[in-house]
């Protein structure tokens, strides 16, 4: 990276660093300044009734209440399981995220549909150019879209 590219993307970070303390400050009620102080101080792992002291955090709750508020929210009978959507990783599909028809409440058919996730800027090259492990690598997306299509899925969600 030459030096001018770091300068402005340091000087971008900056705006988006300083435009999300803002709106974090506004949000909350509080200065900027001790937003940005809380963040520098870091937090201890076992100080939570602090954050809600101090208004960083609206409720501490256990996780069987946050069942019970879901089931209330979609009309689950406190008696029931709560539904869930339960999903394996499939090797035999290059570590796709594969969901279990059962658990949608689907039985039989034959149609099916694919997931590609990603996630980042699309760039041009390879794994090999530069060493960088995140974004959207044309090359590997364009492959993903054309191994799904005219296949067996009746519709792709990307």
Sequence with gaps: MTEESSEVLNQLLDNIYTNW?????????????????????????????????????????????????????????????????????????????????WTLGISGGKDLIAIIRVSGSIRRGDDSSGGRSSGIIAGKFIEKIRKVRGKQFKAVII
């Design 21 to 101: 303390l803002d709106k974090v400050s506004s949000a909350n009620g509080k200065k900027r300044e001790d937003i940005e102080n809380f963040i520098n101080e870091g937090v201890d792992d076992h100080d939570v009734n602090r954050l809600k002291e101090e208004g960083y955090i609206s409720d501490i709750i256990c996780e069987d209440e946050i069942m019970a508020k879901l089931k209330e929210r979609l009309g689950v009978k406190i008696n029931k399981k709560l539904p869930v959507v339960d999903c394996r990783i499939s090797t035999e599909h290059e570590n796709t995220l594969v969901v279990r028809k």
